[in-house]
């Protein structure tokens, strides 16, 4: 696993499945739409060009910070790059590079206990991977970085929170206040739609007004997502400055689809550029903006800071991944009817098929916009998020399915959304016992039956279960047994089933269980062997087994597939 997964939680939080739905605990009356109150320790945003602060990497010149044990380097943030000395807390770009195996990379107040969090995440060994942080500064004004596995990283700074004098004004200001979109995000750009995507070493033109931004706003927040991809990576910088040494994706894989979220400066004009490395479409939506120096006078924005907290992660409840078409919600905490937004991270992992997430007020319609972008199956994968919340907190949807994970960094003071909507209520199946067998690719129609003596099941012409009972929507590998060139040859042609082909088990609750083929085997006629081959797999799995050569007895042919939807 590429994370840190387990841990104290420094917030109890109860999810209980109750039937085909989960019921969030209650977050109270609905809050009143009043100006926050100052609260000691409330910061605003400030600005500042795109600059790395650190890099571990030798042949960068292994510069801006110092070695605390062996995996966690201290890196001076405050004071340095344009960052006020007494900033609270900093907007950063954390990239792993070098990476030896899979992993993770957590950033935390320096000088405090490494927390249940994780902000960078790692499949395997030689990926590049990049994750804007919101991370609160420890009393030095450092932050510390801390790497699960061998690697390198670096480290951008594009931003700080730094306090304000609740003497003055009662804590009211003009400049660096968060304003959210009530919808939760609005789309800006989506190259697709022309057809035509940016070229490699190309810069494009973004225009944000649209989604409501004024032109004298500070600083714009965005997710920007790159698909259809060359290798290489996207910097969004302001206009009329020159493209900065930073990042804010990397793509390590042509094809790759990865999302991540900026903060980007402004320059007096709704609009900002992204230059493309290697090129692909660009997907851009904003969730909102910080404000310039004639707004209005509040505290409605300001950001307080807080240490790395794990808020929700759907595998302590629920054994398998949570279905696609699951909306997953949960309350945020902090002071109670204050906060209009949060700073997460959003984590993906388990991932059942290639889709996306989106992060949203709970309560309301979900935004035509996206967070986290999984291009793989059994895939871990984070991005930061800056989410409106609403009186019931934030929601988390998922396309395809995933286990999902949210690590709050810092709460936005301002009144909530009304949440209008009810309660999700999500898909939910089994317990099932796999009854039929469909493989299209191959024109395979079957029954799937069960019995003590697995040559007489599958003499009756149909998939034997090789292994028990076929048990569906749970975590396991179930082994069908058929005949090639007797009693029917049900499974002849399961060596022609191609990757990427779908399986599916019907079940006794009348429903499909699809999985798509991985991979395709000979071996040696040893269960343990060929269930061995499913276990590895996936966490659901179903493996087709047969005879080979046909009308031989010597070896098995096994078409292994795992589970990646329910329908």
């Known amino acids: 696993m590429a ?63 110092t070695v605390v ?72 004004g450092a932050v510390d970085v801390y790497m699960q596995r061998p690697m390198d990283v670096a480290v951008d700074v594009s931003g700080a929170y730094v306090p304000v004098d609740g003497n003055v004004q009662n804590g009211n200001v003009r400049s660096g206040r968060l304003v959210t979109l009530a919808s939760g ?3 800006v750009l989506d190259t697709r739609d022309r057809g035509e995507g940016v070229a490699g070493t190309a810069t494009e033109y973004v225009d944000v007004s649209t989604a409501g931004v004024p032109a004298d706003a500070v600083a714009v927040v965005v997710n920007l997502t790159a698909t259809t991809t060359g290798r290489g990576f996207w910097t969004a910088f302001p206009l009329g400055e020159m493209r900065p040494n930073a990042s804010n994706l990397n793509i390590d894989q042509p094809g790759q689809t990865r999302a991540g979220q900026a903060i980007v400066l402004l320059s007096g004009v709704a609009a900002f550029n992204v230059y493309s490395q ?75 098929n290639v889709g996306f997430v989106t992060a949203f007020p709970s309560g309301v319609s979900r935004p035509k916009a996206s967070n986290l972008n999984v ?27 995933l286990h999902l994970i949210a690590d709050l960094n810092g709460w936005y003071l301002g009144p909530p959304s009304a949440a209008v909507l009810p309660p999700p209520i999500n898909p939910f199946y089994g317990p099932a016992t796999a009854r039929g067998l469909n493989v299209f690719n191959i024109g395979l129609s079957t029954d799937v039956g069960t019995g003590t003596n697995l040559d007489a099941v599958a003499n009756l012409g149909i998939a034997a279960t090789w292994n028990g009972a076929a048990q569906l929507a749970t975590p396991g590998n179930i082994v069908l047994f058929g005949h090639r060139t007797t009693h029917g040859g049900p499974f002849r042609f399961i060596n022609n089933v191609p ?5 599916s088990l ?62």
Not at 90 to 111: C, E, I, K, Q
Not at 119 to 131: E, H, R, S, T, Y
Not at 278 to 290: E, K, P, Q, R
């Open 3 to 65: 994370m840190k997964l387990t841990g104290p939680k420094a917030f109890a939080l109860t999810l209980l499945v109750v039937a085909s739905h989960i019921v969030v605990p209650s977050l109270g009356a609905v809050v009143p739409t009043v100006q926050a109150a100052f609260i000691t320790g409330s910061s605003a945003y400030q600005a500042v060009s795109p600059q790395r602060l650190a890099d571990t990497r030798p042949e960068e010149g292994s510069f801006g910070y």
């Open 69 to 140: 044990s062996a995996q966690v380097v201290r890196v001076q943030v405050a004071g340095r790059a344009g960052v006020p000395a007494n900033a609270s807390a900093a907007v950063l770009t954390v990239t792993g590079v070098n990476t030896t195996a899979p992993g993770y990379v957590t950033v935390y107040p320096s000088g405090t206990n490494l927390p249940t969090a994780s902000n960078v995440n790692f499949d395997g060994a030689g990926q590049v991977m990049a994750n804007m942080v919101t991370v609160k500064l420890g009393v030095d």
């Open 185 to 187: 995000a609005f789309r």
């Open 278 to 352: 290697g090129g692909g479409h660009l997907i851009v939506d904003v969730a909102g903006w910080f404000t310039g120096d004639t707004a209005a006078l509040t505290t409605d924005g300001l950001f307080l800071p807080s240490n790395p907290t794990r808020l929700v992660d759907s595998r302590s409840s629920f054994v398998m991944p949570t279905w696609g078409g699951s909306t997953l919600e949960f309350p945020v905490y902090g002071p109670t009817g204050q906060v209009s937004a949060v700073a997460v991270n959003v984590t993906g992992t388990e991932s059942m």
């Open 375 to 401: 291009d793989n199956w059994d895939q871990t994968i984070a991005n930061h998020a800056i989410v409106r919340a609403s009186t019931r907190g934030i929601s988390l949807y998922t396309q395809h399915g």
């Open 499 to 503: 990757i990427g082909g779908i399986i």
């Open 506 to 567: 019907i079940g006794d609750d009348g429903h499909s269980y699809n999985y798509m083929v991985v991979r395709q085997d000979v071996t040696v006629p040893n269960f343990n062997v060929i269930n061995n081959i499913g276990v590895r797999s996936g966490l659901a799995t179903v493996q087709l087994v047969a005879c080979t050569p046909p009308g031989s007895v010597r070896f098995r042919h096994v078409t292994t597939a795992r589970l990646i939807s329910v329908t």
